[in-house]
């Protein structure tokens, strides 16, 4: 391992040529602020398809991105996951599952801060849509790929990566904003140690798009006696874009196979599976393009703790602090 | 006389507390500080150092050594009425190369407020960190009389939240500071426990002792904008979910006096001249840090709708956030 290198961040492609493109531009060193080129490495792991990245297009990007193109007979990324986190050479880890996420200016650098207040924090990057609503309902709205493009071209993304916000509704997984539970991340960062104590992704998530692998390591990471810190970088997004994802794409059986997610995560996690009910640190600034979101958050953050400090039904907010250090010393 | 207990051999920061004349006030805002009431952090890692200026109500120097193992006190003689050597006798003390300043010993602070110092300093040892202020009572305390407010109903209200066991309750029986009256996401005109570098302290050369009236006039404004606008100072942080409280006293520029506009206005044209005459609130981009409980998210949410506003009116204007940013090198949004 390099010492050299902060931070990998570990993008999994599939089927997703022109999106995975943005990705890493939203993550290089022409899109990202206040951090330098040799601080990080993005690597990028594709399962061959029929419809593969433009590896040149790619590698032209930076002069931090390599690039796998691999062999997989699964239908879960779980393979590719471990194959990234095994070439990985960061002291951290960034986890983006699902290359088609473009993420906001100040990611790496608040990542890079994160590590230096402890190396084996964990930091969530929350998610949001690209468009007008959850990809899911894309036929009710007429949302699609060409839609979306003409949405980004009209921000001008490139010039200023905070007007992604603009575009963008929040993730379903945390429509209540980063004062509930997050129940997924899709672009986290951790220590390389911590991602090995959780012993990587788990390949019986063998389900198509892996199942719920995302939603079982975030809480993984967030249940290690060693996070310490848990933090969350409210001004900054990952923004899913329109593709043909498993989960993110609106079809008759989506709910049957959301279930059969369920069912796997659930048999992992003794008395079922949670969202991670830990206090976040808020880590970085909030933007003129993300304050609407801030204020979202913290409308629903004002009434979820109004319901859940009082009555006879009070409870701590944030069980799983309660349950991971025996008085948690949270803010409450 | 200086009473002291065993010094931690190195203590990373060292939170300087200015008292006069408020023995009760400074008693609660060193146990506020203490490990008694700080959260996730031990006596090894800071000191906490309380200067005081002679007055007839001085502090029992046992029932405050006593509030833990990291504190030190030292009582001096001072003729004048300005703080600031006082400031500098508690700077030379400090063994942290990080350093809080509580120019006004009447503030207390919530419970995390030392180890989001530390993690502050970790991520940038250069950086500022600022712990927004809020008053105790109802109201403003320059308006007290008005409504009846005084130190024996300011402690009977600290009684009924029980504020040692919990510090963030504190922010269920405040107001918001005038200071930053808007909340976080405006440019601070003050602050009144701020923390940064020893070397920036020492690059702003101390507390200037030219600011010589009651209560220092407008030095805390001074050393706040000087150590903000530092070249070194990269960071500039804001802890939303925690704050600094003021008690009532009879401070000079917080209680209601019939004479208050009159003495505030020298003083207000000593600090022009410093800059001049365009002195105005920090206008960097606050950079957050810090847990958002239950007791402090409706401050978080009136700061919100407030920046929206901001960021709205700016815009329109082309004016430019964060005017006191486009002296640093490291991006921040100045507009649109």
């Not at chain 1, 992604?164 to 429509?175: K, M, P, R």
């Not at chain 2, 504190?71 to 001096?76: A, G, M, P, T, V």
């Not at chain 2, 606050?286 to 700016?314: C, D, E, W």
């Amino acid at each position: 391992m390099s010492n050299s290198i902060k931070i990998s961040v570990v993008v999994i492609v599939y089927k997703m040529p022109r999106q995975a493109l943005n990705t890493a531009y939203s993550l290089s060193i022409h899109h990202q602020r206040n951090v330098c080129e040799s601080d990080y490495e993005i690597v990028i792991v594709e399962n061959e398809s029929t419809d593969n990245v433009d590896e040149q297009a790619l590698l032209a990007i930076a002069n931090n991105i390599r690039y796998y193109r691999r062999q997989e007979t699964s239908a879960s990324p779980c393979g590719a996951i471990n194959f990234g986190l095994s070439k990985a050479r960061g002291q951290s880890i960034c986890l983006m599952i699902d290359g088609a996420r473009m993420v906001t200016p100040r990611v790496i650098e608040y990542a890079l801060l994160a590590q230096q207040a402890d190396p084996d924090s964990l930091l969530a990057i929350p998610g949001y849509n690209l468009g007008p609503d959850e990809h899911q309902f894309h036929l009710d709205t007429g949302y699609n790929e060409e839609v979306e493009q003409d949405l980004l071209a009209n921000t001008h993304w490139k010039d200023n990566g905070y007007r992604l916000f603009d575009i963008a509704n929040i993730s379903g997984a945390n429509e209540k904003g980063i004062f509930h539970p997050l129940l997924e991340c899709n672009c986290m960062f951790s220590s390389a140690e911590s991602f090995a104590r959780i012993g990587g992704a788990n390949e019986e998530f063998d389900l198509p798009g892996g199942g719920s692998i995302n939603l079982h390591m975030f809480r993984q990471l967030g249940m290690l006696p060693d996070t310490q810190l848990y933090f969350i970088a409210p001004g900054e997004g990952s923004f899913h874009q329109f593709h043909g994802g498993i989960t993110t794409q609106q079809a008759a059986d989506r709910e049957a196979v959301l279930e059969s997610h369920r069912r796997q995560l659930h048999s992992y996690w003794e008395g079922g599976f949670h969202a991670l009910r830990r206090e976040p640190i808020l880590l970085g600034a909030v933007n003129s393009h993300a304050q609407r979101f801030m204020q979202h958050s913290a409308k629903f953050g004002k009434r979820r703790f109004g319901w859940i400090t009082r009555g006879k039904n009070a409870r701590h907010p944030w069980l799983d602090d309660v349950a991971l250090f025996a008085s948690p010393d949270t803010s409450t | 006389m200086p009473a002291s207990n065993p010094a931690p051999e190195s203590p990373r920061l060292s939170v300087v507390v200015i008292v006069y004349d408020m023995p009760e006030q400074a008693l609660n805002t060193v146990y506020s500080l203490s490990t008694r009431h700080q959260r996730n952090v031990s006596a090894e890692d800071y000191e906490i150092i309380v200067v005081e200026n002679r007055s007839d109500h001085t502090i029992d120097p046992q029932r405050l050594t006593s509030i833990g193992d990291n504190i030190h006190y030292l009582c001096r003689d001072e003729n004048g009425v300005s703080p600031a050597p006082a400031i500098n006798a508690g700077l030379k003390l400090c063994k942290g190369s990080f350093i809080g300043l509580l120019i006004d010993g009447a503030r207390m602070v919530t419970p995390r407020v030392i180890e989001y110092a530390l993690q502050a300093s970790s991520i940038d040892p250069d950086c500022l960190l600022a712990v927004p202020g809020y008053n105790l009572g109802p109201e403003l305390q320059h308006f007290s009389k008005t409504h009846n407010y005084n130190e024996e109903t300011e402690k009977h209200l600290m009684q009924t939240i029980n504020w040692q066991k919990n510090g963030y309750r504190l922010f269920d029986i405040a107001n918001i500071s005038e200071a930053n009256p808007r909340g976080v996401f405006q440019p601070f005109m003050e602050n009144n426990c701020m923390f940064s570098s020893a070397e920036n302290f020492n690059r702003i050369g101390g507390a200037d002792e030219a600011f010589h009236f009651p209560g220092g006039g407008g030095l805390n404004l001074h050393m706040f904008r000087s150590l903000g606008v530092l070249e070194n100072t990269e960071y500039f942080f804001v802890t939303p979910g925690e704050g600094s409280f003021h008690q009532y006293h009879g401070g000079v520029s917080t209680s209601e006096r019939e004479d208050r506009e009159e003495s505030f206005l020298s003083p207000r044209d000593q600090l022009e001249s410093y800059w001049n005459g365009q002195f105005k609130g920090l206008e960097r981009e606050p950079f957050l840090l810090g847990a958002v409980g239950s007791h402090a998210q409706a401050f978080l949410h009136y700061a919100s709708t407030r920046a929206i506003k901001r960021f709205n009116r700016k815009s329109k204007r082309h004016e430019p956030f964060w005017p006191s940013d486009l002296h640093h090198r490291r991006y921040t949004e100045h507009f649109l």
